[in-house]
């Protein structure tokens, strides 16, 4: 893919023995992001609780892309556990730390180690639109109907 962006990684201090973020597939649209929890130590998620998990790495994107963090499906299935403001976005012009805001709506507590798979990122596309006021709206089919007006079935 020649469109690709370049997606920079800034190794924080203290996390040389994790990982930079990586495909786990030829095929994967998001890459994995690890817990940088305290080496040699766990950290306990409790059901119903939430907690902010740092990945140990800043980033840097190009203009007019942004980091989506997303859940990981087997962590969501087998132990609900799920990332709580899905999907979460980093900007383009954001060079803090990285962290993961997990949340276990599971039954059971859950425990994450140092380098722990907790979330996935995909970079996409993220232009700013011109964002005006307007006297009116054109008519579609749909109208104003909101939550729900298409249905279930």
């Known amino acids: 893919m020649t469109d690709a962006p370049v997606v920079k990684f800034l ?11 990586s495909y786990a ?5 998001g890459f994995d992001l690890r817990a940088a929890v305290p080496a040699g130590e766990t950290v306990t998620l409790a059901p119903g609780r939430r ?9 840097g994107l190009p203009v007019g892309w942004e980091m989506q963090i997303r859940p990981r ?13 899905t999907p979460g976005t980093v900007d383009c012009d954001y060079r803090g730390p990285v962290a993961v805001c997990l949340i276990n709506l599971g039954e059971e507590p859950f425990t994450i180690a140092r380098g722990d798979r907790i979330a996935q990122a995909v970079i996409a ?3 700013q639109a011109a964002l005006v006021e307007a006297a009116d709206l054109d ?6 109907g909101g939550f729900g007006s298409t249905g279930v079935a």
């Open 25 to 29: 597939t030829a095929g994967a649209a």
């Open 73 to 85: 499906s087997g962590l969501a299935v087998k132990n609900g556990v799920t990332v709580l403001n």
């Open 51 to 59: 907690l902010l998990v740092p990945t140990g790495f800043a980033v």
């Open 139 to 144: 008519e579609t089919a749909r109208g104003s």
């Open 125 to 127: 596309r993220a232009p």
């Open 11 to 21: 190794r924080l201090a203290g996390n040389d023995d994790l990982p930079l973020p």
